[in-house]
């Protein structure tokens, strides 16, 4: 006979079962120890227990959290505790470092100790994810028991936002730096300024804000297309805004009752045109004192341009504590400097060897500046270019490939690496994501980021200060938009920040799936991009089908029809296993919770045309990242999509395209199709001409068509994307080899790409 009741080791079981799958944080803490027995349980009389007003800020801040609402009680230290969540310091914990902690779960009582306050703050925040978020009270929510033991990796734990390209008001600064807190993040990096908005009042130099603030609106250019100052009496619409002092002290210390640094960034030398504009009389001048043009360039050789930055910088010190401030630095154009005669001279002067020298002279300047007045000065890693000040810290923005390189340098380095933590560029590549700057770096990307490049030799880790991700607001309008750009990223970027542990993508895709409703909750507009179904296609070399792979990044059920209609409808099936599809198919997918559809439809379209797998020959050779699987990328039934920088697409520099497609047998084919993308601002465009010749035997080839590319010259440069399938249609013409070529469009003064995919062959 069986049993009636279970074992009390099967009930042990159950339960320790059960409180590991319910502690989900999001970043993972270091050492998380579920324990068995009782769980603490909440009821009406339940409190929070201090003993040393140190730990009042973070009793607060428990106290607030929603539905909580706990009584704070005081005890003398060493009272024994009961029904309680006790907050305390215990400076026997200094190991743990000022942000650790350690939280202990058990039926009588929940324990928090830090070292110092700092720990006691995020201890909160892992409190807060543990308790429900719903406005129901929390009598009879109940805690299994555990211990935490938890401690950041990096100490600089950075987030950015420009709010030069676009304003963003003082209140959603606010959230903004609540969003931080809740993932344990500890610096707001604010870019105040950049070319084309001043957004911080100076009260010695009021023409930045009252003018520098604001720009004429105008219609269908981007706002740093023919930018232009807004002044009084201007009749034209105006956009803009900026943060008085008292906003600015205001956000200061809003930031640090969250731990929060907040450095800020005035550019320097470089991306301020917007300053020239209110003062053109610090313009670079030639030899007959005619002002050169507005690059956004201070005069290195004028001394009012330093005199200007140091008034505001003066007042910069004034508001904000910060050990570091940020110069900026990125990005300068420095032609003026070649013409201008005070640059000139202060060359002659110095003796220097070139115009990276001018930067240096004027980055050091603020270094020595800065240090003077007790502060750090950190810029992007262009600074580095000529001779930096060694006591200089630097912002590394390339990829993150190349971190080794920069940290042998020697400066101390925040790494927030473009490949990886650029929130600005695109999340999925769907064509349904909101137009951003470009670039592609998806929710799980950011999450197996590793900062610590392997190769690097131990003594210059310690150069590494931590980590940031950056938001640029070009394509970002406003508040809706910076959180759809920045969550879930965010999430990612808090566990690289701060767990130590071994990746666990699995793990952090079930957290996340948890911690959405609480986003939900909190009202923010996060990006459901991780739910947008992707298709992979494969080949199948022996049977030539096409293996159709359909994926969320995060755990979703998919939908798919392959009758163009729109799922989930009647004819949709769940989608359980890969597609094998014998011809070409359109596939429209859509992931799916609870009867809902979580985002657009997408479309992929499974091309099955005469030369997939075909054997490849290039005879160009593809440029540095652009190589893709080889000529075979032209063969394997694979589309590129609309981001040339996905590694789909095979990009040749400077030269002309050219492969050779042998098919299996003697094949009838009366079209080709040319898959391409232009981006004529990155240096890629159409081709100029495309050939199409055939063969029987891969020697003698004969010419059935070609195109040209017949725009009016010069082609503009602009930002925007397109793709293009050139076809060539013919009589139909058996044949085993095919040859096609592309000539790229030459453009004077400059390198080009032609970027070339799927070779379409019906
Ligand atoms: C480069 S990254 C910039 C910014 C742009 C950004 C767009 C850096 C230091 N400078 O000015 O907004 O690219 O992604």
């Not at 339960?15 to 769980?39: D, F, K, T, W």
């Not at 940290?407 to 994501?433: C, I, K, M, N």
């Not at 700057?437 to 929710?443: I, Q, R, V």
């Not at 022996?542 to 969320?552: F, H």
Request: proline share 7%.
């Amino acid at each position: 006979m069986k049993p009636l009741l279970p074992s009390a080791a099967f009930l042990l079981m159950a339960l320790s079962a059960a409180s590991q799958a319910s502690i989900r944080i999001i970043p993972e803490p270091y050492r998380i120890e579920p324990r068995s027995g009782q769980p603490f349980v909440f009821d009406d009389n339940t409190a929070i227990v201090l003993s040393d007003s140190a730990a009042l800020p973070a009793a607060k801040r428990l106290s607030s959290l929603p539905g909580a609402g706990l009584p704070i009680e005081w005890r003398s230290k060493g009272e024994e505790v009961k029904n309680a969540i006790l907050l305390e310091l215990d400076p026997k914990l200094e190991s743990l470092g000022e942000d650790g902690y350690t939280f202990r779960a058990r039926p009588q009582a929940i324990t928090i100790q830090a070292f110092h306050p700092a720990g006691l703050f995020y201890a909160v925040e892992t409190a807060r994810q543990l308790l429900p978020w719903q406005e129901e009270g929390l009598a009879g929510y109940a805690i299994p028991p555990f211990d935490i033991e938890d401690h950041p990796r990096f100490a600089w734990r950075g987030l950015h936002l420009d709010v030069s390209r676009h304003f963003m008001p003082v209140e959603f600064i606010k959230k903004y730096i609540d969003y931080l807190a809740f993932h344990k993040l500890n610096t707001f990096h604010w870019h105040l300024v950049d070319g084309i908005g001043w957004r911080i009042e100076v009260k010695s130099h009021p023409e930045l804000t009252d003018w520098g603030a604001w720009r004429v609106v105008k219609e269908g250019r981007m706002p740093w297309q023919d930018f232009e100052v807004w002044k009084p009496g201007d009749e034209r619409p105006r956009y803009g805004g900026f943060y008085t002092r008292e906003e600015v002290k205001e956000v200061v210390a809003y930031a640090r009752e969250r731990f929060i640094t907040v450095v800020p960034e005035i550019e320097l030398p470089g991306h301020s045109e917007v300053v020239f504009q209110c003062y053109p009389e610090l313009l670079c001048r030639d030899s007959l004192g005619a002002p050169l043009p507005n690059i956004g360039v201070y005069c290195a050789g004028n001394p009012d341009s330093y005199r200007l930055l140091e008034d505001v910088l003066d007042e910069v010190l004034e508001l904000f504590p910060s050990e570091y401030i940020h110069i900026g630095g990125d990005e300068v154009s420095k032609s003026n400097w070649a013409r201008c005669t005070r640059c000139q001279r202060l060359m002659a002067e110095r003796q220097y060897a070139g115009l990276d020298d001018i930067q240096s002279h004027f980055i050091n300047h603020f270094d020595h500046y800065l240090r003077d007045r007790g502060r750090k000065l950190i810029g992007w890693h262009e600074i580095l270019e000529g001779e930096l000040s060694p006591e200089a810290s630097i912002m590394y923005w390339g990829g993150a490939d190349g971190t080794a390189a920069y940290l042998r340098r020697g400066h101390p380095t925040v790494l927030t690496p473009g490949s990886h933590l650029y929130f600005d560029h695109y999340q999925s590549l769907s064509p349904h994501e909101p137009k951003a700057w470009g670039g592609y770096s998806p929710l799980k990307e950011v999450y197996e980021y590793e900062p610590v490049p392997e190769e690097l030799e131990e003594t210059y880790r310690a150069n590494i200060l931590g980590i940031q991700a950056n938001v640029w607001t070009e394509y970002i309008p406003g508040p809706q938009k910076v959180e759809y750009m920045v969550f879930p990223r965010i999430a990612a970027l808090a566990e690289v920040a701060w767990a130590s542990g071994e990746k666990d993508w699995p793990r952090f895709r079930e957290k996340l799936g948890g911690l959405l409703p609480r986003y939900d909750a909190m009202g923010i507009n996060y990006a459901r991009s991780a739910f947008r179904p992707q298709a992979s296609f494969e080949l199948d070399q022996d049977t030539k089908q096409l293996i159709a792979r359909l994926e969320t990044e995060l755990e979703a059920d998919i939908f798919y029809t392959l009758d163009g209609s729109e799922p989930p409808s009647p004819s949709a099936s769940p989608y359980t296993e890969p597609l094998r599809l014998d011809q070409s198919a359109t596939i429209r997918a859509v992931a799916v919770k609870d009867g809902q559809p979580l985002t657009e439809t997408e479309t992929f379209e499974a091309v099955l045309h005469k030369a997939r797998g075909a054997k490849v020959e290039l005879h160009c050779t593809p440029y540095g990242r652009y190589q893709a699987k080889g000529g075979y990328t032209l063969v394997d039934a694979n589309f590129g999509g609309d981001k040339w920088g996905n590694g789909q697409w095979l990009g040749i520099l400077n030269e002309n395209f050219e492969a050779v497609l042998e098919l299996d047998t003697l094949t009838t084919i009366r079209q080709v199709g040319f898959s391409c993308i232009e981006e004529t601002g990155a240096g890629i465009y159409f081709p100029a001409r495309v050939e199409v010749a055939v063969s029987e035997d891969g020697r003698h080839f004969r010419t059935l068509r070609s195109w040209q590319n017949n725009r009016p010259l010069p082609i503009p440069r602009t930002p925007d994307i397109h793709t293009q399938t050139i076809t060539l249609e013919f009589r139909p013409t058996a044949c085993r080899y095919l040859r096609v070529k592309a000539a790229y469009q030459p453009v004077e003064g400059q390198g080009v790409f032609i970027f070339v995919d799927e070779v379409v062959v019906e």
